[in-house]
């Protein structure tokens, strides 16, 4: 089961004080991105986050899974506590590098 646009905007609503929230959709499920910043994977209507040191304390009471197959393993974020999904996202943000550009084939 593939994540409902629907569920990607409600997830982008969550987290709105963070910064500037956007998403993309890759290989038919989401990114969701703080700043420009990748923060949340969202598959099967499900929101994962990676496991980091700066958000070992928010998360420690979290479920864990595993979003695809060959991925490690994730934090599950409550999206419906919205303060909580805030706090985490404004951590990762911090942490989180920009993506690399890649260079276009030409």
Known sequence: MATDVQFIEYVCEQIRGAGEVTYKKMFGEYMAYVNAKPVFLVCDNTVFVKQVDAIKDLMVDAEKGIPYDGSKEHYILDIDDSELSE????????????????????
């Not at 706090?87 to 084939?105: D, G």
């Open 87 to 106: 706090k985490v996202a404004i951590a990762l943000e911090k942490v989180t590098p920009l993506p690399k550009k890649r260079n276009s084939k030409k």
